[in-house]
């Protein structure tokens, strides 16, 4: 069984910062793609970003530049720097990641709980 645990998030100010980190565990053959989605109230969830098991990148318009995703391929860990946070940015986030677990012959989607970030204006 795969799970993926995420990390951080909370309340931060108009213009700090916040990381967020999430870890995928279990029965794992390899991860395809990782990424973040958010969601605000009354919203669709919606991608903020997204990386390729070769390290390709792609952001929303709403946070290139503000916001950096990173893995660690070594710790099954995706990471979301997220700087000069906006009150806009509030919302839940859950991290995604295309797995191929032990013993299966196609990658599925899984998704962590989700974090919530506030930021205060």
């Known amino acids: 069984q795969v799970q993926l645990v995420p990390s951080g998030g909370g309340l931060v100010q108009a213009g700090g910062s916040l990381r967020l980190s999430c870890a995928a565990s279990g029965s794992i053959l390899s991860i395809n793609a990782m990424g973040w989605y958010r969601q605000a109230p009354g919203e669709q969830r919606e991608l903020v970003a997204r990386?390729?098991?070769?390290?390709?990148?792609n952001y929303a318009d709403s946070v290139k530049g503000r916001f950096t995703i990173s893995r660690d391929n070594a710790k099954n860990t995706v990471y979301l720097q997220m700087n000069s946070l906006k009150p806009e940015d509030t919302a839940v986030y859950y991290c995604n990641a295309v797995i191929v677990g032990h013993g299966l012959n196609r990658a599925y989607d899984y998704w962590g709980r989700g974090t919530q970030v506030t930021v205060s204006s």
């Open positions: 990386i390729t098991d070769y390290g390709t990148t």
